[in-house]
């Protein structure tokens, strides 16, 4: 039996790597020309639109991982049939089941990988590429207003109006309120520079104070200041959520959470970062039902081309399923697991299907 998972595991794991392989160079020389309408901005040149396409690679290795391993053993498993190596594994005393069990357990180790790249080094590059390329087209991360960044902490509520992509504050403004919500302070500072734990140095500030005995204002060239307001906060603003790791998404959430503001989009994107990589498993259990056949069942290569279809669909359909969820406030978890419950049934019904014939 060791004999055969460790053929089993060769030749699923050969012909997904060399899909793999088709893929990223695919997705690579996408990246790459969608990168030239950017070409000549500021220091952005050739070199520096290659490496932030390299940048982006582990990022697409994190969300490919699993559809190139659906067709990678589609692909094993078919040309095993061709040369009736799966005919003899089923004589020899194999069931279908086992066969099953065997590619999920394979599957695992494509899972192992995905939550590698999904949790380490795609979040670090995508993150040094946004930055690398905001500095050198002398951007200024987005906003989701036009006044700015604004972010709530306990009864302050913080305004900054320009984020350098080094994580430098510009135009910051802290509106400080009390238990009746009557305006009692007034911060402004003309940068923000980080320093530890959650202590800025803000430098050319104006503090304006609002009491009972008047109004009074005060200057000071720089001071620290306090607040929730962190890097890894701001790195949300450089990669979007569902490329975050889970730690930074927790964190964020907790953030959301003790402001009480809305954190669906990330809760989602949280339990989609723990559910995804156990997504290979199941893509490979998809691909045992359309990879075997018997003689007169049809086109080989029919056969293969819906298997790849149906891959290609979960990958769609997962995302898709996500933004209905946050349109309809469903309940992250649901949001995040049902596609992949929803393939791993289908997969098992067409399993039982194919053992039956």
Same mark, same amino acid.
């Given at each position: ?31 790459? #020309?969608?990168?030239?309408? /950017?070409?000549?901005?500021?220091? @952005?040149?050739? !070199?520096? %639109? ?20 659906? #067709?990678?053993?589609? &692909? ?11 005919? #003899? ?30 949790? *380490? ?5 995508? $993150? ?21 960044? !604004? ?11 320009? &984020? ?19 305006? +009692? $302070? ?17 430098? +050319? ?14 200057? @000071?060239?720089?001071?620290? !200041?306090? /607040?929730?307001?962190?890097?890894? *906060? ?17 964190? @964020? %959430? +907790? =953030? ?51 298997? %790849? ?5 979960? =990958? ?20 995040? *697991? ?9 997969? #098992? ?7 039956? +014939?």
């Amino acid at each position: 039996m060791r004999v055969i998972v460790r053929y089993l595991a060769t030749e699923a794991l050969t012909a997904s790597l060399f899909v793999f392989t088709a893929l990223m160079t695919l997705f690579a020389l996408f990246d790459l #020309i969608n990168e030239l309408d /950017s070409l000549g901005k500021g220091t @952005y040149g050739f !070199w520096q %639109i290659l490496v932030y396409v390299t940048l982006s690679v582990p990022g697409h290795l994190y969300e490919l991982l699993p559809v190139a391993a659906l #067709i990678g053993t589609l &692909v094993a498993l078919s040309r095993m049939v061709e040369n009736s190596e799966f005919t #003899i594994m089923l004589v020899s005393g194999l069931s279908m089941r086992r066969i099953a069990v065997y590619l999920m357990l394979i599957g695992l180790l494509f899972t192992a990988l995905t939550f590698a790249f999904g949790e *380490i080094v795609a979040p670090a590059s995508e $993150r040094y590429a946004e930055q690398m390329k905001l500095k050198a087209t002398n951007a200024l991360v987005a906003q989701a207003f036009r006044s700015g960044l !604004w972010v709530r902490d306990d009864r302050n509520f913080i305004n900054v109006r320009e &984020v350098t992509p080094d994580g430098a504050l510009r135009d910051v403004n802290v509106y400080t309120f009390d238990d009746h919500f009557r305006l +009692q $302070r007034i911060y402004r500072a003309a940068s923000g520079e980080f320093l530890h734990d959650n202590v800025w140095k803000l430098k +050319q500030i104006d503090e304006t104070r609002f009491t009972p005995a008047g109004i009074t204002v005060a200057h @000071y060239p720089e001071n620290q !200041w306090q /607040s929730v307001l962190t890097p890894s *906060i701001m790195n949300v603003l450089l990669v979007a959520p569902e490329k975050m790791s889970a730690l930074n998404l927790w964190e @964020y %959430i +907790q =953030h959301l959470h003790a402001n009480r503001q809305p954190s669906k989009r990330y809760e989602i994107a949280l339990w989609s970062k723990l559910i995804y990589p156990f997504a290979a498993p199941v893509m490979i259990l998809l691909a045992l039902p359309f990879a075997y056949h018997r003689p007169r069942a049809g086109s080989v290569s029919t056969r293969v081309f819906a298997g %790849i279809m149906l891959g290609l669909g979960y =990958h769609l359909f997962n995302r898709l399923f996500a933004y209905i969820g946050l349109l309809n406030d469903w309940p992250a978890l649901m949001s995040a *697991i049902v596609p992949t419950i929803g393939f791993l049934l289908l997969g #098992i019904v067409l399993l039982k299907r194919v053992e039956r +014939q």
